[in-house]
């Protein structure tokens, strides 16, 4: 049995806590939060407790808090024994106190309160300072998901930043297609199947040739009317940008 606390409220907190009490061999043992609002939300399931102060001995502390509070926070287990991780994407492993057991636990995912999704897809990536709690925070993430893998503080920056690009940067487009539909009267509804189709489509191609359209044609006609289309500047110069890196890509420059 792993006894867990977990500190913080938000998003990520609030997954991982389900995903743990659905696991005889975890016990959480305290979901510790600042704001009562969030910590309601625990309520039934587990103990919480308001305030940083009485924090119970655990074989794992879960950090889920802020990137910027991370460091704050971790000094406020000074004393204690068990191993204490974080679980942000960009935030390097010696921020936590170099003097206790620290390592990372990494869940590769958009999460949101209340979106529900299935943690035993969500891959899980892993670092710790000593061996044997790399083998604790294997077993320990094993339990919850199927995808568990082992990246250090400089790989996970670069997947961190690689994640903005395929789900920050790519929903920003879908809001971008969004707002198109709306001002012109047009479901949204008509381009689901074709970004399930993009986001299928890489099971099986690389990126690299599941690419289709105009920049990658060179049908420079069709581009320019896009272009003539938006309303927005800023919109235009994405346009631009992103048809320049396509050509580019498939080698001709704009
Ligand atoms: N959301 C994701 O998709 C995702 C995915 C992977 C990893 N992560 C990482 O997981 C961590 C948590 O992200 P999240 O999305 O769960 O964030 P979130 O929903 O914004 O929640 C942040 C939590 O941090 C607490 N907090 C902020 N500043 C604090 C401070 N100075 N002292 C104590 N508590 C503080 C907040 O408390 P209040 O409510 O009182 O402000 C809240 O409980 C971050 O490191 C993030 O990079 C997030």
Known sequence: MVSISILGTGNVAEHLCEAFISQKEIKVNQVIGRNPDSL????NK???????KSISDSDVYI?????????????????????????????PLHVLPTNLRTGV???LQTFTKGQPLNFKRVPVCLEAK?????ELLHSL??????????????????LHLSAVFVNNFSNHMFHIAHEICKDNNLSFDILKPLILETTKKIETLSPYESQTGPARRKDTGTMQTHIDLLTQENYKEIYRLLSRSIQKTYGKEL
């Not at 704050?72 to 942000?88: A, F, R």
């Not at 000593?130 to 790399?134: A, G, N, Q, T």
């Open 105 to 107: 636990f990494y869940p």
């Open 141 to 158: 993430a094993s339990l919850i998901s199927s995808r568990v893998y082992f990246v250090d503080s400089e790989q996970r920056k670069r």
């Open 40 to 43: 309601a939300n625990f309520k």
């Open 63 to 91: 950090i889920a808090v802020s990137d910027d509070a991370i460091s704050t926070v971790s000094q406020l287990l000074q004393n204690k024994k068990g191993l204490i991780v974080h679980t942000s994407g960009n935030v």
């Open 130 to 134: 000593r061996e044997p709690d790399l």
């Open 46 to 52: 587990v103990d919480t407790v308001l305030g940083f």
